[in-house]
């Protein structure tokens, strides 16, 4: 009775379901304080305090109508134009509030780009591994979301793979830095090698190829690794920016996206997001949090919490004979896999009360994901499970 | 560039961005106190106190992780729980959290309705006048919106054209009571009489056909009428609520969808709203404001300020020679225009800086609706200007 489209994706998500009610059933069984849950990427680390206090300022400070009404489409006006002298400060790219629409989160504001730019069987290509939703938004506007792999041993996408995947139907490339689910960054050089491409295939084919930067990672860096800003170095670029982890936000859904001011039809994208933000449903990003996130603009959670937490399980994951790329930033380990079937090693895992995703669901088998935004605590007390879980899988 | 569906909405759009640009212009020229803008459905009237209150209860009282993390796509099931309890108390219909769904708003609930019940070409019917987005959602997922006529003079739906309207591809039926742009409300016998035909044509074709409830006005009534509780009177129903007009909070996109229990199929067509709510990109409804409408059940703006400017607005265009039926909800009234264009009356009503919106954009040529969620002052001070425009009108 459902449509086709969604009685399919019901059927897979319960798959997924699955595996929380197998969380659950674990907790009931053995504690919650024994089972080691890294499948979800769901921030431990509280936002910072200035979210709280800006909060009860706007409430003591503006008034209310003003603070929870309808505004424009793309966002308070003030809101956008604070953003956007902040990134033009930080980036040195000039912006303005023209630049800046206010999303749902990231998720909002790559479903409304989709929207915007896809027409039915048209392409957008990422790279593997990669976040599984990208291929859901692709396909709600009836694209077709190509999968190109990335280098092995770096992640790094494969420049020479993604000049073949282009085609004249390519509409949009999605990248992902920091990476969510391998952790790695994109070098300066990656990007400019990926500009280079789009750019020669733009002129081949004579169409526009829309760089897509989705970013919610962006502030989880570590080791004062610099994260290349794409406006810069192409033309036809959105950055789709999320305060989910940078304020640890993710429930509030509020995010924006930033347009490059020389892209082609500047004008129409721009218009054109701010009717999809409309009609898809959001109508606008959740007021108050706009208002929040223009008062606290460069506040960050504490991300020592999470680079504490990388080194604790990178560092056992290694000395006990995992593969794996120290990530730079995002809170996530991408390793092999002990044995090449990840689902059966997820199950194995699962005997050990840990619970991770294998990298099937990233595009990528032989991997497996873990999520390090947890209890330091707990991270600490599963290492003897995964050093159980090693030696498991040794002797099979 | 942009999609060719999007290529003509933003075409389109700019049509009534133009309008609202006309409003700015003639603030500037005329002074904002001097122009009558009755174009926008923006509450004027404040959020109740229990709004600000909860909201510092919840930030001095609940973990911060708690109030912005991620949940379940479906939303807190605390939250859900108290809303389902609260319509089971007041509606006298047995609800659990597991018949509701949290949305941002009543637009991203109907909209991942449709995601979730249309293939493409699948028809919806909804009776005219109609809330001009309504076609866009459904088009958003290629779907074909049906309009049927109400009857003249009542704006109560025309069953015999519903009958007409439906065929083997009807997979629902919008309606929208309290209505906007018309005010009425839908009467008991409508409801049934609407019910009796789908159920007699689901048999008839051996599908389903599911009753979409939009509900945004259900607490903006006057004159102690009751709304029909439409999960009572038909099974394959929904109702889409949001807590935009009863707590004046349209900007914070917050609102549920309620689920008939004996709807078919209830299992796929809750998991399936659940994955849309993810794959659209809403992700979860927000999350502060989840807690906050938890918080401040039965709370409702002061609707009586509404009701005196129903009043005052009504009984002046009356006097002065407008045919318009005496709404009995929402805030909007829907009289016939003096000349035949409404496209020429809203022309030259601006003459008189009174900004309203043709009936055209509702589906209704001939009408045109003027928002009175504006100060009583700025009614007051309109009335001469509308005895202008009707002087006006007579003398053309």
């Not at 938004?137 to 990335?150: A, C, E, I, R, T």
């Not at 001011?261 to 721009?270: L, Q, S």
């Not at 007390?381 to 995964?386: G, I, N, T, V």
């Amino acid at each position: 009775m459902i449509s086709k489209k969604m009685k399919r994706l019901v059927e897979n998500s319960s798959i997924i379901r699955a595996m929380f009610e197998e969380g659950t059933r674990l907790s009931e069984i053995y504690g919650e304080e024994n089972v080691f849950d890294f499948s979800i990427g769901n921030p431990n680390v509280k936002p910072p305090e200035d979210v709280k206090k800006a909060i009860i300022d706007i409430l003591s400070e503006e008034e209310p109508n003003l603070i929870h009404g309808y505004m424009n489409n793309s966002g308070y006006e003030d809101v956008r134009e604070q953003i956007a002298n902040y990134i033009t400060k930080k980036d040195g790219v000039k912006l303005t509030a023209n630049n800046i629409v206010m999303t749902c989160g990231a998720a909002g504001g790559l479903n409304i780009i989709l929207k915007s730019l896809l027409n039915p069987e048209d392409e957008v290509i990422t790279f593997s591994p990669f976040f599984g939703e990208y291929a859901n938004y692709v396909d709600n506007f009836y694209g077709k979301l190509v999968v190109v792999k990335s280098q092995d041993g770096t992640f790094q996408p494969d420049i020479n793979a993604l000049e073949e995947g282009i085609n004249e139907r390519t509409k949009a490339i999605i990248i992902n830095s920091p990476n969510n689910p391998t952790g790695v960054i994109y070098s300066e050089t990656t990007i400019k090698n990926i500009a280079k491409v789009l750019e020669k295939k733009q002129k081949e084919y004579g169409t526009s190829i829309f760089l897509i930067s989705d970013e919610p990672y962006r502030e989880i860096v570590y080791d004062d690794i610099e994260v290349p800003v794409i406006l810069k170095v192409y033309k036809n670029s959105f950055i789709g920016y999320s305060y989910s982890k940078s304020l640890s936000l993710p429930g509030e859904r509020i995010g924006y996206i930033a347009v490059n001011g020389e892209m082609d039809n500047f004008e129409d994208v721009i218009a054109s997001l701010n009717v999809a933000n409309r009609i898809l449903g959001f109508v606008n990003a959740p007021s108050l949090f706009q208002r929040v996130v223009g008062r606290t603009l460069g506040a960050e959670v504490d991300v020592n919490i999470y680079k504490k937490n990388r080194d604790l399980l990178y560092n056992h994951l290694i000395s006990i004979g995992f593969e794996c790329i120290k990530p730079e930033g995002a809170f996530y380990l991408f390793p092999k896999t002990l044995i090449e079937d990840d689902k059966k090693f997820a199950q194995i895992a699962k005997k050990y009360n840990i619970l991770l995703v294998p990298g099937t669901a990233f595009g990528s088998p032989g991997y497996c994901r873990l999520s390090y935004c947890i209890g330091y605590d707990k991270i600490e007390k599963s290492l003897e499970a995964f050093t159980k879980l090693a030696k498991d899988c040794r002797n099979l």
